[in-house]
């Protein structure tokens, strides 16, 4: 059973200013959102943009290192890689929040260094270091695309209970008050009537 607020002319006018203002909340969101949405198709093209140069870099690397592997023999590459430590270290640093969002970087510290063997591999090294830098633009881009993505759907949510769930309640309560406040004036002019009429 739906709440009925009290039939009067001030509970009236509340209701008129609830209904202005969510209908002023709405359309704030509707641009928040369709803000969001223009951020999103300029991320989605750098984003494709960025895959794009990433697996023509692994071409590249891959050709160089097999290059190198054939120049050099696998035995001879595997004991290079057994001497050289780990690669590249990367961690995880939150950098405050921007426009509402928590945006997160990403920090490389690589620590192998360039071996001179074959020149494809000393190539194949250092196109791995610039790809590294690509994939983790491209890591802190994807997840801002999908952070992007969330606050859309969150913001369609609170549209569509806006316009499907809070302004309808308004409406079907303004549209109650309005009917209780011509009842009673109705019944008020037939009262003056009898009474007038009895004088």
């Given amino acids: 059973m739906s709440f009925k607020p009290p ?11 609830q209904l202005t203002l ?15 949405i223009q951020r999103i198709r300029a991320l989605i093209t750098d984003l494709e ?35 050289t430590p780990k690669t590249v270290k990367v ?22 260094s360039i071996v001179t063997e074959a020149a494809e591999l000393d190539i194949a090294l250092v ?11 491209f890591a802190e881009k994807e997840t801002l695309f999908y952070t992007l993505l969330n606050r859309v759907r969150e913001y369609q949510r609170m549209i569509n209970s806006i316009d499907y769930v809070i302004i309808p309640r308004i409406r079907e309560n303004m549209q109650y008050i309005r009917l209780a406040l011509e009842e009673g004036e109705r019944e008020e002019f037939i009262r003056r009537k009898i009474i007038a009429s009895r004088i």
Avoid: C, W
């Avoid at 697996?55 to 004991?79: L, M």
């Avoid at 961690?91 to 192998?112: A, I, S």
């Avoid at 196109?127 to 633009?137: A, D, G, I, P």
């Fill in 7 to 17: 039939p009067s002319r001030l509970e009236l006018i509340r209701l008129r200013r």
């Fill in 22 to 36: 969510f209908q002023r909340i709405r359309k704030t969101l509707e641009d928040a959102r369709n803000s969001t």
């Fill in 49 to 83: 943009k960025l895959r794009r140069e990433i697996a023509d870099d692994f071409v590249e690397i891959s050709t160089n290192f097999k290059t190198a592997v054939a120049k050099t023999g696998i035995d001879r590459i595997e004991s290079i890689a057994d001497l």
């Fill in 91 to 112: 961690e995880l640093v939150n950098r405050g929040t921007h426009m509402g969002l928590e945006v997160r970087d990403y920090v490389m510290y690589p620590t192998y």
């Fill in 127 to 137: 196109k791995t270091r610039e790809l590294l830098k690509k994939l983790v633009e």
